[in-house]
């Protein structure tokens, strides 16, 4: 593992040494070949192949419960996803926590659903944070993602970050336990942060 991170290390140190980017039919064609297994938690971001953090117990029954949330109160208004892909570009599918997608007669079976189908994107986070932050969610608002929450198990918030740009989201909130979230192409549907929360 020390090797690892020196040799991690090494590369962003000298970004002149070509890499091998992956795009999306290659990343698939690794599954059908049986390199990537489907049980592998990994995601392609910019075409490279990250391997996702295991999910502890505070974070899949934080995801079990936004899901019950979010299940009961969206009804038939969107399409709600959980730790499904979601298409970025070619070298790009990220698989958020959860996504909301504009309703579509196929429940979105023939492709995977794009930037412009997603209402709202939340990610779940406790020692993925750094990466929920630094990563992702530049690459959501770079792509156009309206609206993402992060929930933040550690800090006891939520996040909301609206108004994607190329240089990131130009509104970004953080709300507690007595807060209620209500996404912006959801009118109507809200949420206690406490709910989410637990």
């Known amino acids: 593992m020390d090797g690892d991170r020196a040799t991690t290390g090494l590369l962003e140190r000298n970004p002149w040494v070509t890499r091998r980017k992956f795009d999306v039919g290659e990343y698939y064609r690794l599954a059908e070949v049986g390199v990537l297994h489907e049980d592998d938690r990994v995601e392609l971001i910019e075409g490279e192949i990250i391997e996702m953090v295991p999910i502890g117990s ?17 009804g038939d ?9 979601l298409r970025l570009s070619d070298h790009t599918e990220p698989v958020p926590d959860f996504l909301l997608l504009r309703p579509r007669a196929d429940f979105y079976q023939g492709a995977h659903p794009s930037a412009a189908d ?14 929920e932050r630094g990563v992702k969610l530049p690459l959501y608002a770079r792509h156009g993602v309206p609206e993402v929450w992060i929930v933040d198990l550690a800090g006891r918030v939520v996040e909301v970050h609206r108004g994607p740009g190329s240089e ?9 336990p007595g807060d209620a979230l209500e996404p912006t ?8 942060v406490a709910d989410i929360l637990g």
């Open 168 to 176: 990131g989201y130009g509104s970004s909130t953080t709300h507690g």
């Open 118 to 131: 997603v209402l709202v994107l939340i990610e779940v986070a406790q020692s993925s944070l750094r990466y």
């Open 185 to 192: 192409l959801l009118p109507g549907l809200c949420l206690p």
């Open 58 to 74: 505070d974070h899949s029954g934080t995801v079990n419960r936004l899901a019950y949330v979010l299940f009961r109160g969206v």
């Open 77 to 85: 208004r969107a399409v709600v996803t959980v730790q499904n892909p």
